[in-house]
């Protein structure tokens, strides 16, 4: 493989001094790029299997750049960042009235508040949540996996401004066989929390999978796609300036039917709501009726 790899280096660095053409140019780089694609794939195949935490460095010996994540994934601070840097940005909210099945009290999070009790905060307007109890309408038949319906309330920080979590309910309301449904804290243990931040996460995930990227993204978009080119002359304005999104899209909804969101396919196999709860909780979503208006029948 390194002796490939020479090889292609010196042709290109021969096809720069000598100005071949731009098609012989891009096709030597393009045959050197996956020469070194593959012998990265090859070393990373050679790593093993994963079994701690600390093994996700040997991908990042392949030349790539550690993610900042990885050196503070764990921390409140980060937590906060991702609900509105993260995949679902638009799910937070200011807290106006806290939900009723949420049962987060003063004597658990008033340590975290700046010295304000919980009805202060409130109407202060300085605290923010994030209600994912939507997903209470997902059934798992026939899986031992559990998908939450949480909440979680935020603060932001006097001194960092930092958005950080005071409480998580990991479930709207209480479930036969999982206990009282407790709300987690910061004064919790620490990796008692980190759990509760971590099921969290999982759900939002779900949440982004299903709704904000699969449905909201894709399936919109493939309306769209279909829409325009029934509709519009491909001279009209909107068209021409909507076209290059349409680039791929129907190629790559197909492909990801087959391999990805499938029965037995990526999705099914290995995130908690599998595939058929895709279809199931974007319909729940309110806003996939402008869906059924897109593509007319003709």
């Known amino acids: 493989m390194k002796e490939k790899w020479r090889d292609f280096l010196s042709k290109s660095q021969?096809?720069?001094?000598?100005?071949?053409?731009?098609?012989?140019?891009?096709?030597?780089?393009?045959?050197?790029?996956?020469?070194?694609?593959?012998?990265?794939?090859?070393?990373?195949?050679n790593i093993g299997k994963i079994r701690h935490l600390t093994d996700w460095h040997k991908f990042f010996q392949l030349g790539f750049r550690?993610?900042?994540?990885?050196?503070?994934?764990?921390?409140?601070?980060?937590?906060?960042?991702?609900?509105?840097?993260?995949?679902?940005?638009?799910?937070i909210k200011r807290v106006r009235k806290l939900p009723h099945?949420?049962?987060?009290?003063?004597?658990?999070?008033?340590?975290?508040?700046?010295?304000?009790?919980?009805?202060?905060?409130?109407?202060?307007?300085?605290?923010?949540?994030?209600?994912?109890?939507?997903?209470?309408?997902v059934n798992l038949p026939n899986s031992d996996k559990v998908l939450c319906s949480p909440y979680a309330l935020f603060k932001v920080?006097?001194?960092t401004k930092d958005l950080l979590p005071v409480a998580i309910q990991l479930f709207d309301c209480a479930r036969e066989g999982y206990g009282?449904?407790?709300?987690?804290?910061?004064?919790?243990?620490?990796?008692?929390?980190?759990?509760?931040?971590?099921?969290y996460n999982n759900a939002d995930a779900s949440v982004h999978q299903s709704c904000t990227h699969l449905a909201?993204?894709?399936?919109?978009g493939e309306g769209v796609t279909i829409a325009c080119n029934r509709n519009l002359s491909p001279s009209h304005p909107i068209y021409r300036l909507l076209a290059p999104h349409f680039l791929y899209l129907l190629a790559i909804n197909s492909r990801a039917l087959e391999t990805l969101i499938g029965p037995g396919g990526w999705i099914d196999?290995?995130?908690?709501m599998r595939v058929w709860i895709g279809t199931d909780c974007s319909a729940t979503d309110a806003r996939l009726d402008l869906f059924r208006e897109l593509v007319p029948s003709k």
């Open 14 to 45: 021969y096809c720069r001094k000598t100005k071949c053409s731009t098609r012989v140019r891009a096709n030597i780089i393009n045959k050197r790029d996956s020469s070194f694609v593959k012998a990265k794939i090859i070393w990373l195949m």
């Open 66 to 91: 550690y993610p900042r994540s990885m050196r503070h994934w764990d921390k409140d601070s980060w937590f906060g960042h991702q609900r509105v840097g993260g995949c679902n940005p638009t799910m």
């Open 101 to 137: 099945n949420f049962k987060v009290t003063n004597e658990l999070v008033g340590q975290f508040l700046d010295g304000l009790t919980l009805d202060e905060a409130i109407a202060k307007g300085s605290l923010y949540i994030c209600d994912l109890s939507r997903l209470r309408e």
């Open 157 to 159: 920080d006097a001194v």
């Open 180 to 199: 009282d449904n407790p709300v987690f804290t910061p004064a919790d243990p620490q990796y008692t929390w980190l759990a509760a931040k971590m099921w």
């Open 216 to 220: 909201l993204t894709h399936m919109i």
């Open 269 to 272: 196999t290995t995130m908690t």
